[in-house]
């Protein structure tokens, strides 16, 4: 177990970084923040010279690998480092210096217990990418594929679960202090960022989240995922089938491959919509460097492909649900049926108001209809919706963190490619057709027949289960309840209730006697 001595020294050291970028002033300056954290900033930044300009991309990519996730993950979180730092995470590279190759040949050739050219006939040994936790090499397999290799970097586990650890000590002292701090949960957001870091850190659970994503999104034309090399797949080393194909960042280049980029802008707002609300699992790191588009002779808007699974999302049917009816709300202007459901949801405290929660949203929603997304955006109505979390005391949620992480995402690339495009007119035809095949009455009567026959199915066990934790009687009658007899000890104990003084006297006078008979040799 880590020593807490040893987690302040790093966050000290760590606050030292941040000072250097400028970066500390928000947290020692900030109206909630708790004053033994102000404290532990004044000692950090003791001696160093912050700009007047933070950078909190630049301090966070210094920090390390677990700081970059973790700047990645305060990306989402307007509400608690404000927008003028989101604006900057935003741009957080995910880059760093890579490691020689001898270095990761051996890891590739000790995962697999077998030699590099036994597992490909060739292998390019300048990586293509570099990234905090992972490089990717091209090679070819001895079948004449061209596939894409991922190797973790060596010692990225070990420094991961160190770094992590000690976000985790000072998230819980962080919310044990009370107020502010406790209703933005900051324990809920590291539990979330270990388990998104775990996910990564396995390449095998990457491999099988691109396996699930294509099964999910067989059905939808225009969206394909890379197919996995299972046999040259483990947990720390991925193969995927080459991708060839334009960035979606290029817009210059889509023009040259005659690709809609207005149509393009939609299939990828429609694609998000499709895994997050019809699959409830979608691809949780859609930026600009993860998504290619391949040109197709049938199809002016090409076919999008997506790599990096790492980072997935996964939301219940009754969150998509709740997801749903708040996006077709905010559409047509239901503020109340949208208040409704966060209170059904218990994401507002049922001691707060449905109707002056949903004058709270109108003043969000309003701005935001009928206007292009160049003019007002999803991101700028997350933004409004978290400046209303605090009035009305509602605790983060953090099963949703990734999904609007993503849809600011989504909405920034789809502006690139159609700067007037309108996010809700796009989203509110898909939305209703699914709110009409999942939660009209047919699709309701039709949940319950399949829930009640479950539950029917599910008796004959549940009657076998209370029979083995109460088994029938044997043959022997059963025995009489027996009187009940006070102990001698209970009753001394009811007479004097300071006995245990005397238990205590007897122990250490009879110590005193077998030490001092010991000492004259009484004792051998």
Not at 239 to 268: H, M
Not at 316 to 344: C, K, P
Request: charged share 25%.
């Amino acid at each position: 177990m880590t020593r807490p001595a040893t987690h302040i020294l790093r966050l000290l050291k760590w606050g030292r970084v941040l000072a250097r970028h400028g970066a500390l002033r928000i947290i020692e300056e900030g109206r909630n923040t708790p004053l033994p954290v102000r404290r532990l900033c004044r000692v950090a930044r003791l001696g160093a010279r912050q700009p007047r300009e933070p950078d909190y991309a630049r301090a966070f990519q210094e920090i390390g690998p677990a700081a970059i996730k973790l700047g990645q993950t305060l990306a989402t979180r307007p509400d608690l480092v404000g927008e003028e730092a989101v604006r900057n995470l935003l741009s957080l590279q995910d880059q760093l210096p890579p490691v020689p190759f001898d270095v990761v040949r051996h890891e590739i050739e000790d995962s697999f217990g077998a030699p590099l050219e036994k597992l490909f006939l060739t292998i390019d040994p300048d990586p293509i990418g570099s990234a905090s936790i992972a490089q990717v090499y091209r090679a070819t397999t001895a079948q004449g594929r061209t596939v894409a290799v991922k190797v973790l970097r060596p010692g990225v586990r070990e420094r991961f679960a160190r770094d992590i650890d000690t976000y985790e000590w000072a998230a819980a002292h962080l919310e044990g202090l009370g107020g502010e701090a406790a209703r933005l949960r900051p324990r809920a957001v590291i539990a979330n960022l270990k388990r998104w870091t775990l996910r990564e850190l396995d390449l095998r659970r990457e491999a099988a989240s691109a396996s699930e994503l294509s099964e999910a999104m067989k059905g939808y034309e225009g969206y394909r995922v890379p197919d996995i090399d299972w046999d040259r797949t483990n947990g720390k080393v991925m193969t995927v089938e080459w991708i060839d194909g334009i960035k979606i960042s290029n817009r210059e280049a889509l023009d040259a491959a005659g690709i809609d980029k207005r149509l393009l802008a939609r299939r990828l707002v429609l694609a998000f919509l499709t895994q997050a609300i019809n699959a409830g699992y979608f691809h949780a790191d859609m930026h600009q460097g993860n998504l290619f588009v391949q040109p197709n002779a049938a199809d002016p808007a090409g076919t999008i492909v997506a790599i990096d699974f790492g980072i997935m999302g996964r939301i219940d049917r009754q969150a998509r649900q709740w997801l749903a009816e708040i996006l077709y709300g905010l559409t047509t202007g239901n503020y109340r049926r949208v208040a409704e459901i966060h209170f059904e949801a218990q994401y507002v405290p049922s001691y707060h108001s449905v109707e002056e929660f949903a004058t709270a949203l109108r003043a969000v929603g309003e701005p935001m209809r009928g206007k292009p997304v160049s003019e007002l955006s999803v991101g700028q109505m997350l933004d409004g919706l978290f400046a209303i979390t605090r009035d009305f005391d509602m605790q983060t949620q953090p099963h949703l963190l990734l999904l609007q992480k993503t849809m600011v995402m989504v909405e920034g690339l789809a502006t690139s490619l159609d700067p007037d495009i309108n996010m809700w007119d796009v989203a509110a035809p898909f939305v209703r057709s699914w709110i009409r095949d999942e939660l009209g009455p047919e699709a309701f009567i039709a949940e319950r027949l399949r829930t009640d026959m479950d539950t029917l199915l599910r008796i004959p066990a549940l009657v076998r289960r209370i029979e083995e934790k109460y088994p029938p009687k044997g043959g022997a009658p059963e025995q009489a309840p027996l009187p009940p007899i006070e102990l001698i000890w209970s009753r001394r104990r009811k007479r004097h209730p300071n006995h245990w003084l005397g238990y205590a006297g007897a122990a250490v006078g009879g110590g005193l006697i077998v030490w001092g008979l010991s000492l004259s040799g009484l004792l051998s």
